[in-house]
């Protein structure tokens, strides 16, 4: 049974940081593409940043520079950090996981967690 928990989300200050972290079991973490999304009240699910088994990271313009994607293959553990955060990024912050050996560049996902909450407040 695949599962993705996330945890790390919060209430913060604008300005500050956070560290969302995305623990996977049940699948071949290393071989596939994972992803932070983000969906906030209101608007559509956003992808906000993914990283491919080999390491190539992909950013949405609104995070490019305060956002930085990583992961522990021997953890099975996705992270975001993020940093000089905005109102703008108060959301429910999901991790996906792509199909076994399918490049993120196909931005297609089989597997979500639940969310974790941040709210950033001016």
């Known amino acids: 049974q695949v599962q993705l928990a996330e945890s790390g989300g919060g209430s913060v200050q604008a300005g500050e940081s956070l560290r969302l972290s995305c623990a996977a079991s049940?699948?071949?973490?290393?071989?596939?593409?994972m992803g932070w999304f983000r969906q906030a009240p209101g608007k559509e699910r956003e992808e906000v940043t993914s990283?491919?088994?080999?390491?190539?990271?992909y950013y949405a313009d609104s995070v490019k520079g305060r956002f930085t994607i990583s992961k522990d293959n021997a953890k099975n553990t996705l992270y975001l950090q993020m940093n000089s955060l905005k109102p703008e990024d108060t959301a429910i912050y999901s991790c996906?996981?792509?199909?076994?050996?399918?490049?993120?560049?196909?931005?297609?996902?089989?597997?979500w967690g639940q969310g974790t909450q941040v709210t950033v407040s001016s």
């Open positions: 049940g699948l071949t973490f290393s071989s596939r593409c």
């Open positions: 996906a996981a792509g199909f076994l050996g399918w490049s993120c560049r196909l931005k297609k996902y089989n597997y």
């Open positions: 990283i491919d088994s080999d390491g190539t990271t």
